[in-house]
């Protein structure tokens, strides 16, 4: 390890101010999503988990193409301070798209009575992609910490973000012999104030994700910091 | 050109090391052909045509794990892995041979497969087989990136179909496409994007999965 710790870097705003900020902005999105935005004519209140599955599935989008260029800068530049950030970043975005499974799951009841549909193409890509990075962890952990690790997980990291766009065209193209859709999925064009409450919630809940990812990030690196020490002690 | 030679010398030794032992060809041409037979059993009566055709997918994309989980075993054991990253060749040759030598064998357990398919099920049409070969590619190409990503972890085996499912739903979607649509054209050049597409990034990336 490099003595110019690759462990303690700062950066700009201070987690807690982060926090802070998410906490507010995730109070003024509840109340955009449930008193701003009117109510959908079609769908009644369940339309109002739109506001959030919607925005939590981009972010978990957003998170692993994050992962990715981490990983693209790690395996570029060989700086192994990329290595712990594409993990956290992967690792929130596999956390956001569980939970895009899970609203979406919630949706797909409240609209059509079933907990899993495969007509929804969002939701089948993030099933693939649940498992695609499901995988990832599992090849992390199986092996030991170094070089080949942090090599080995940017290479699949890699081909994650190749697999987004490639699952998207499978699943559609496969929509034209596995079951028609009996469902259209563009309803009525949003209204402005509803656009305008979408807005609010995606940016809370990626300042949501960000805030998360930094966290992990400060726990992970003085978790590894204490371990340096420690080594040092017991030597 | 001396890069496309090294890629020959290491794909043929596979081939020879493979005529040689015979281990993992016999185990996948007897593994596909039992996995048709389970799926006799497995399709009651009044299963249509069509079901058979999506299966046959399920059984070539098992297949083909069954002999990327060895296809680094020769190297593993002997410990030769260290000596082709050290030879003075371009990295990326080893995946290329690799990839070479898994296609021969896929392609040679598939020149039985597909007849014996035709015979119990029903028969295939010109484009199907065009579908397996395109699929072929990719499978090769990314299976052999990530078996040696499998290699290089504690669990080995029990890791690759984790790791190569995922990346295979858009060639079984392909596939099945080409096999059962009325319009295959689409589905044949979806598989030949998905062949580019991952051909190079395993080609670019496979140098950073054998070096420290």
């Given at each position: 390890m490099s003595t110019s710790s690759p462990n303690s870097r700062v950066s700009l705003v201070s987690v807690p101010a982060l926090a802070a900020l998410s906490a507010a902005l995730v109070g003024l999105a509840i109340v955009f999503a449930f008193w701003v935005a009117p109510e959908d004519?079609?769908?009644?209140?369940?339309?109002?988990?739109f506001y959030f599955h919607v925005p939590i599935a981009l972010t978990a989008y957003a998170c692993f193409g994050w992962g990715a260029w981490k990983a693209l800068r790690l395996l570029w530049?060989?700086?192994?301070h990329y290595d712990l950030e594409s993990y956290v970043a992967i690792h929130q975005g596999t956390i956001f798209g569980a939970l895009t499974l899970a609203t979406g799951s919630i949706w797909a009841k409240a609209?059509?009575?079933?907990?899993?549909?495969?007509?929804?193409n969002q939701l089948v890509l993030f099933l693939v992609l649940f498992l695609f990075y499901s995988a990832y962890f599992m090849l992390r952990f199986s092996i030991e910490e170094g070089p080949r690790r942090a090599n080995l997980s940017a290479v699949y990291a890699l081909f994650g973000v190749a697999l987004i766009p490639v699952s998207f065209f499978a699943i559609r193209l496969a929509e034209d012999f596995i079951h028609p859709t009996t469902?259209?999925?563009?309803?009525?064009q949003m209204t402005g104030s509803m656009f305008f409450a979408f807005c609010v919630c995606w940016i809370a809940i990626t300042m949501v994700a960000y805030t998360l990812y930094r966290v992990e990030l400060l726990g992970k690196r003085l978790d590894a910091n204490l371990r340096e020490l420690r080594e040092i002690l017991t030597a | 050109m001396n890069y496309l030679a090294d890629v020959a010398a290491l794909a043929r030794k596979d081939l020879r090391l493979e005529l040689r032992a015979r281990d993992t060809l016999p185990a996948m041409l007897l593994f596909v052909l039992s996995t048709l037979v389970v799926f006799h059993f497995a399709?009651?009566?009044?299963?249509?045509?069509v079901a058979a055709q999506g299966l046959l997918w399920v059984a070539l994309v098992f297949t083909a794990l069954l002999g990327l989980a060895r296809a680094w075993a020769p190297e593993r054991e002997g410990g030769a892995l260290e000596g082709l990253v050290l030879?003075?060749?371009?990295?990326s040759a080893i995946w290329l041979g690799k990839s070479a030598a898994v296609f021969v064998f896929l392609a040679l357990i598939e020149l039985v497969a597909l007849p014996a398919f035709a015979l119990f099920f029903s028969p295939l049409q010109a484009e199907a087989v065009l579908g397996v070969l395109l699929a072929n590619i990719g499978i090769c190409a990314v299976g052999t990136l990530l078996a040696a990503m499998a290699a290089a972890s504690r669990t080995r085996e029990l890791i690759l179909p984790l790791l190569f499912l995922p990346l295979a739903i858009p060639l079984v979607v392909g596939g099945v496409g080409s096999s059962?649509?009325?319009?295959?054209g689409r589905y044949l050049l979806f598989l030949g994007l998905y062949d580019a597409v991952f051909a190079i990034l395993c080609w670019a990336s496979f140098e950073y999965v054998v070096s420290e």
């Open positions: 004519a079609d769908q009644g209140i369940s339309q109002k988990i530049k060989g700086d192994e609209s059509w009575g079933h907990w899993w549909v495969w007509d929804s469902f259209t999925r563009d309803g009525p | 399709l009651p009566t009044g299963a249509d045509e030879a003075p060749s371009d990295r059962v649509s009325t319009d295959p």
